[in-house]
């Protein structure tokens, strides 16, 4: 029997009023909600930097196309100015796409790499997952609350030159996959972003230091076979520390079992985990 085609695959004009639909419904949750949502701004930094970093746009990507990434830089310059210097003050929500906006080419952005139900393709806007990605590490390092989030739930691409512990980014689609945050501390927090030549980078300020420092493990990580298909296993663990650097709490943040969707000869062999010896902790 032949499935029955959902209203927003009938043709493309479905699909953008299934888009609309969608719009609407999250605005109407929104003011449902009273959320406060972050619209103060100021570009001079506050004094404490809760955590900074810095993550490189220019890629080499087996099969992807390099204007596909030069591309990126102009998208993620052009969202960078819409969320430098947010101000989140204690009690109100961060929201990746209320910042943003729409991201088409009437406000200048340009086709860059989008990934559709598991797979790589281009689409205008494209990129902007790496600034979402970045905010999320810089909030994760922090006593700041998650709210809304989305993981890739694919291995798309070989570790090479990882800088963060896999499975620590986030998908974001507008407007409905948003990233979101809410302030749960006592005092304000600042966020800067900003793009160079070849970096981009982000800083979580507050006017004072938090009492605590917190820290971001991966452990158990390897691959396992699972019917001929490969997974990217481990566990994403955040420790809670104090300023004597004691350890006070271990939480689970993430436990990962990602389909590899790149050629399988990329992985390390050293890597593969034998059945029945995966450790846990």
């Known amino acids: ?54 993550s490189r746009i220019m890629r080499k990507l087996e099969g992807v196309d390099m204007e596909l990434q030069r591309n990126k830089a102009v998208n993620l310059r052009l969202a960078c100015a819409k969320v430098n210097g947010i101000v989140i003050k204690p009690g109100e929500v961060f929201s990746f796409w209320r910042l943003v906006g729409n991201p088409d080419e009437k406000h200048g952005y340009l086709e860059g790499l989008v990934i559709n139900h598991g797979k790589l393709e281009r689409g205008v806007g494209g990129g902007l997952c790496q600034l979402a990605n970045l905010i999320h590490w810089l909030v994760l390092n922090s006593p700041l609350t ?75 990580q390897g691959y396992i076979e699972e019917d001929g298909e490969f997974f990217r296993i481990s566990q994403v663990y955040r420790l809670t520390l104090d300023r004597e650097r004691r350890v006070l709490r271990r939480e689970l943040v993430l436990d990962n079992h990602s389909r590899v969707m790149y050629d399988y000869s990329l992985i390390p062999e050293g890597q593969i985990i034998t059945p029945g010896l995966r450790k846990l902790t």
């Not at 006592?186 to 006017?207: C, F, H, I």
Request: proline share 7%.
């Open 1 to 54: 029997m032949k499935k029955r085609k959902l209203f927003c695959e009938i043709s493309p004009l479905c699909y953008k009023i299934s888009l609309r639909k969608e719009y609407l419904l999250r605005d109407i949750r929104d003011a449902a909600s009273r959320e406060r949502f972050a619209r103060e701004f100021n570009t001079v930094p506050l004094p404490a930097v809760v955590k900074s970093h810095c």
């Open 146 to 220: 998650v709210t809304e989030l989305v993981h890739h739930s694919d291995a798309l691409f070989p570790d090479s030159g990882r800088r963060v512990p896999f499975g620590t980014g986030t998908s974001v689609f507008y407007k409905n996959v948003d990233y979101r945050f809410k302030n749960t501390t006592d005092r304000p927090v600042q966020l800067l972003v900003w793009v160079t030549e070849s970096e981009l980078y982000g800083e979580l300020r507050a006017p004072e230091p938090f009492p605590y420092i917190y820290r971001i493990t991966e452990e158990n």
